[in-house]
C-alpha cells in the first residue's frame, strides 16, 4: 500500500515494462532507503493487468532463518498451510498453471536460499515471472539485473529528487512554498543527502521545526559529527546511517528509547502491544501515545489505521541502540509474554462466541508470533508458548506449521510437565488432522505414557481422546470407540465443558466414518446442544454439522444433510478455514445430487476442486465411507448429466471467485449469477470500483478488507491496480475519479 505519491522514476518503469516483455526474473539492486521496495511495487502493479492471476508480495525482511522463506512465499500467495516440505510443494504446485507476477522483497540476507528457490519455481512454473529486491544481485544465469539509483539531482534531469523534497515539505507543512533562494538550498540539501528518498523524506518532515536554511545547516552539522564521510564506496550508506543518525538524535529521549523497543516486534502493532511490551519506570504507559505520535511526525514510524509499523533500515537501527543498551534480552521476553498471555486469554475464551474476533485480532499478529516464537526457539523457553498456540493454529488450519514448532518444543525439553502434556496433546491432534497415522499413534503412545506420570485425571483422558483418535486413523475403528467412549466418561467428571465437546466432536466422527449413522447423528446433536444454539463459536459447530451432513446423508436424508452443510460451510467460512470449507462444499454437493439438483451439484464440486488445489493435497477421503459417498455422487451426476458436461461444469465452479462460490453455495440457486466484470472508469473492474469507493470514503485498506471480507493483502494489491489503472500516484487522486458506490438505500 502506497502511503504518499510516487515520484520519479519513469526511466527506470519503462525499462522494466520492456524487461517484463522478455525476462522472467528481475532483480532491482541498490542501497537500503535508495527506494526498491516501492519501484518494485509500482512496476508490478503496472504489469498486474497484463497478468491473469495478477501479483503477490513476499516481504522477507523479518525472516531470521532460511527454513521459513517457503512458508513466508505461500503466505504471500495465501496458501492456508505453510509449513515443511509438503509447503515447499504446495507453493511449486500453485504456481505450476497460473500466470502471475511474484515479488520477493529484500533478499539480502538470504541470497543463496533465494537464488535455491527462484530456480525451482522458474523450472516448474512457465507462466511465472519473479521481481525480486536486494543488496545484491541473486547470482542466478536467468536474472536480469537493474540498479536502482538515487533520485536525479542535476537540474537537466527536471530535479526528481527536489521534487520528491518538495513534496514530502508540503505535506509536513502544507503552508510552506519555497522562495527561488530555498530552492537553491533544497537542491543543495539533496545533493548533500545524494538523491536517496529514505534519507530525503526524514529530512523533509523536519521542516515543521526548522527553516530550510537552518535545517540544511544543522544536517551538515550532524554529517560531521556522526561521521559521514564524502570518499570511498560505502558513501551513500554512511549518509543514510547519519540521515537515520541524526533523525535520532532529533528525537526525545522517551521517543529514543521507544524506537530502541519497537524493533523488536516483527511486524506491525498496536498501542495496546506497545504499552505491554514497551513500557516500564522508564518509559511510562502514559508517555506512550505521545511517542508514537512524534516518531510518526519524524517519519520513523508508519501509521496504518490503527498500526504502526517501522521500515527495514529504520528497525535495523533500532534494533542496534537496543543491543547497545543491554535490552535485547528483556524486550525479547517481554514480547514473548505478551503473546503467551493473548494466547492464553485465547484458550480459556475459545468456547465461546468470542473464539472468532479473537482468532481475527491474532491473525493480526501473524508475523509477531512467529518472532515470538523464533525468540523463544533461540532462548530455550519454546515450550510453553507453542503449546498455548493450538487454538490459533486450530481456527486457521494450520497442522504443519502447528507440529514443526511443536516438535522443535518437544525436543528441547524432554522433561514430563504440564506445558509438555499438552503439546503432546495438540500434536497428536494436528498429525491425526494431517492423516499422518505413524506420528498420531507415535505420539498419542508417549502421550499416554506421561499424562500417567502426572496423575492428573483430565490430562488422562485427553490422552485417552488421543490415543482412540490415532487409533481410527490407523483403522482400529472398534476399539477407537471404545477408547473414546471411556474418554469421554473420564472429561465429563474431570474436563471441561470444551473437553467433553471435543471428545464427543471425535466420537461422532469415528461413528459416521463406520457406518454407525444413527448413533453420530444423536452424538453430534448433543455436541450442538452443549455449544448452546445462540453460541456464535465457530470450529466445534462447524466440524460437527459438516459430519452430521455425512451422517444424514448414509441416513438417507439428503436434504437434511443439505442443511447441516450449509451451515458447517458459513461456520468455517467465517474463520477462513479453507479445509474446512472445502470439504463443506463437498459434503454440500453430495447432498445435492442426492436432492436430484445436478446441475448445481456439479459446480459445487469445482468449487471444492480449487480448494483442495490451493491446499496442495488429495480430497482427504481416504477413507472407505467418504469416498463411496464421494464416488456414488459422481456416477450419479455422470448418470444424470453426462460425464463431458459434468467436467465442463466443475471446471466453471472451479474458475469462479471464491466469494462468488460462497454466495452460490449459501443461496438456494440452480446457477451462480453472472460476473460483472466489465472494465469502467480507466479500466477498473467492479471489484476495483468498490474498493475505489471505499478509498475514496477515507477507509484504509484494514478496514477496507473487513467491509468487504476479504485478506488485507487482497485489499492492497486492488489499491495497486486501481493506482496504476487510473495513472495517479497517491489514494488522495482517487476520489475525485472514481464516484462513490450507491450505498443499498440509494436508487
Not at 505453510?82 to 504456481?95: D, K, T, Y
Not at 545524494?194 to 540544511?216: K, M, T
Request: glycine share 8%; with cysteine; hydrophobic share 45%.
Amino acid at each position: 500500500m502506497e502511503l504518499t505519491s510516487f515520484v520519479g522514476r519513469a526511466a527506470e518503469l519503462a525499462q522494466l515494462t520492456q524487461l517484463f516483455r522478455q525476462a522472467r526474473l528481475v532483480t532491482l539492486v541498490g542501497p537500503g532507503g535508495v527506494g526498491k521496495t516501492r519501484l518494485a511495487l509500482r512496476a508490478a502493479a503496472q504489469a498486474a493487468p497484463k497478468l491473469a492471476d495478477g501479483i503477490r508480495l513476499a516481504e522477507l525482511s523479518g525472516l531470521r532463518g532460511p527454513e521459513r522463506l517457503p512458508e513466508v512465499v505461500a503466505d504471500a500467495l495465501e496458501l492456508p498451510d505453510r509449513r515443511g516440505a509438503s509447503g515447499f510443494e504446495a507453493v511449486v504446485n500453485h504456481v505450476a498453471a497460473r500466470e502471475l507476477l511474484l515479488v520477493l522483497d529484500t533478499c539480502e540476507h538470504m541470497v543463496d536460499t533465494c537464488a535455491l528457490l527462484v530456480n525451482v519455481l522458474l523450472a516448474h512454473a512457465p507462466g511465472l515471472r519473479i521481481l525480486t529486491t536486494s543488496r545484491q544481485p541473486l547470482g542466478v544465469p536467468a536474472e536480469h539485473v537493474v540498479p536502482v539509483p538515487p533520485l536525479g539531482l542535476a537540474e537537466g534531469e527536471a530535479g526528481e529528487a527536489v521534487q520528491l523534497f518538495e513534496q514530502r515539505a508540503a505535506s509536513a507543512v502544507p503552508s510552506l512554498s519555497f522562495t527561488p533562494e530555498e530552492r537553491t538550498i533544497a537542491v543543495s540539501l539533496c545533493r548533500r543527502l545524494d538523491g536517496i528518498p529514505l534519507a530525503i523524506e526524514l529530512a523533509a518532515v523536519r521542516l515543521r521545526a526548522l527553516p530550510i536554511g537552518v535545517l540544511a545547516a544543522r544536517l551538515t552539522q550532524s554529517f560531521t559529527v556522526l561521521g559521514a564521510g564524502r570518499s570511498g564506496t560505502s558513501t551513500r550508506h554512511q549518509n543514510m546511517a547519519a540521515t537515520i543518525g541524526w533523525s535520532h538524535q532529533l528525537c526525545s529521549p522517551d521517543e529514543r528509547l521507544l524506537w530502541a523497543r519497537l524493533s523488536v516486534f516483527g511486524g506491525d502493532f498496536d498501542v495496546t502491544a506497545v504499552e505491554a511490551v514497551c513500557t516500564d519506570a522508564r518509559l511510562p504507559a502514559g508517555s506512550v501515545v505521545d511517542c508514537l505520535v512524534g516518531l510518526v511526525d519524524k517519519s520513523v514510524l508508519l501509521r496504518q489505521g490503527d498500526r504502526y509499523r517501522l521500515l527495514d533500515v529504520i528497525r535495523d537501527f533500532g534494533a542496534q541502540r537496543l543491543e547497545e543498551a543491554g535490552e535485547t534480552a528483556l524486550l525479547r521476553r517481554r514480547l514473548i509474554g505478551y503473546f503467551h498471555t493473548r494466547l492464553r486469554e485465547f484458550e480459556e475464551r475459545f468456547f465461546t462466541s468470542e473464539q472468532v474476533p479473537l482468532h481475527k485480532a491474532l491473525l493480526a499478529e501473524h508475523r509477531n508470533l512467529t518472532a515470538s516464537l523464533e525468540y523463544a526457539d533461540a532462548d530455550g523457553v519454546l515450550l510453553p508458548l507453542a503449546a498455548a498456540m493450538w487454538p490459533y493454529r486450530l481456527c486457521a488450519g494450520h497442522p504443519a506449521e502447528a507440529r514443526y514448532w511443536m516438535d522443535r518444543a518437544l525436543a528441547q525439553q524432554p522433561e514430563v510437565s504440564e506445558d509438555r502434556v499438552k503439546a503432546l496433546v495438540w500434536a497428536t491432534t494436528f498429525a491425526v488432522i494431517q492423516g499422518d497415522a505413524e506420528a498420531g499413534q507415535r505420539l498419542a503412545a508417549v502421550l499416554q505414557e506421561q499424562a500417567a506420570r502426572l496423575d492428573d485425571l483430565r490430562l488422562q483422558g485427553l490422552a485417552l481422546m488421543c490415543h482412540g483418535m490415532a487409533g481410527a486413523l490407523a483403522g482400529e475403528a472398534q476399539e477407537a470407540v471404545a477408547e473414546l467412549r471411556l474418554a469421554l466418561d473420564r472429561l465429563r467428571k474431570h474436563g471441561t465443558e470444551l473437553d467433553v465437546a471435543l471428545a464427543n466432536l471425535r466420537l461422532g466422527v469415528v461413528l459416521a466414518l463406520h457406518d454407525r449413522a444413527e448413533a453420530a447423528i444423536g452424538v453430534f446433536e448433543e455436541v450442538l446442544r452443549l455449544v448452546g444454539a445462540d453460541s456464535e463459536e465457530s470450529y466445534v459447530q462447524g466440524h460437527a454439522c459438516g459430519f452430521l451432513a455425512v451422517a444424514q446423508l448414509q441416513a438417507g436424508r439428503p436434504a437434511a444433510a443439505e442443511q447441516a452443510a450449509r451451515r458447517a460451510l458459513a461456520l468455517h467460512d467465517r474463520r477462513a478455514d479453507v479445509l474446512g470449507v472445502a470439504l463443506a462444499l463437498d459434503f454440500l454437493a453430495w447432498a445435492t445430487t442426492g436432492l436430484g439438483r445436478h446441475q448445481r451439484a456439479a459446480l459445487l464440486l469445482g468449487g471444492a476442486d480449487a480448494l483442495f488445489q490451493l491446499l496442495g493435497r488429495g480430497r482427504a477421503l481416504d477413507n472407505p465411507q467418504l469416498l463411496r459417498t464421494h464416488e456414488r455422487a459422481e456416477s450419479g451426476l455422470d448418470r444424470a448429466l453426462g460425464n463431458q458436461s459434468v467436467q465442463q461444469l466443475r471446471r466453471t465452479g472451479a474458475s469462479l471467485p471464491h466469494e462468488q462460490v460462497l454466495v452460490f453455495a449459501l443461496s438456494d440457486d440452480a446457477a451462480p449469477p453472472a460476473q460483472d466484470e466489465a472494465p469502467a472508469h480507466g479500466g477498473l473492474t467492479r471489484r476495483e470500483r468498490e474498493v475505489a469507493a471505499l478509498v475514496a470514503g477515507g477507509l484504509t485498506n484494514r478496514e477496507i478488507a473487513e467491509r468487504l471480507v476479504i485478506s488485507k493483502r487482497t485489499a492492497d494489491t486492488h489499491v495497486e491496480h486501481i493506482l496504476a489503472k487510473l495513472g495517479v500516484s497517491s489514494r488522495a487522486q482517487i476520489a475525485p475519479l472514481v464516484p462513490p458506490e450507491p450505498t443499498p438505500d440509494e436508487h
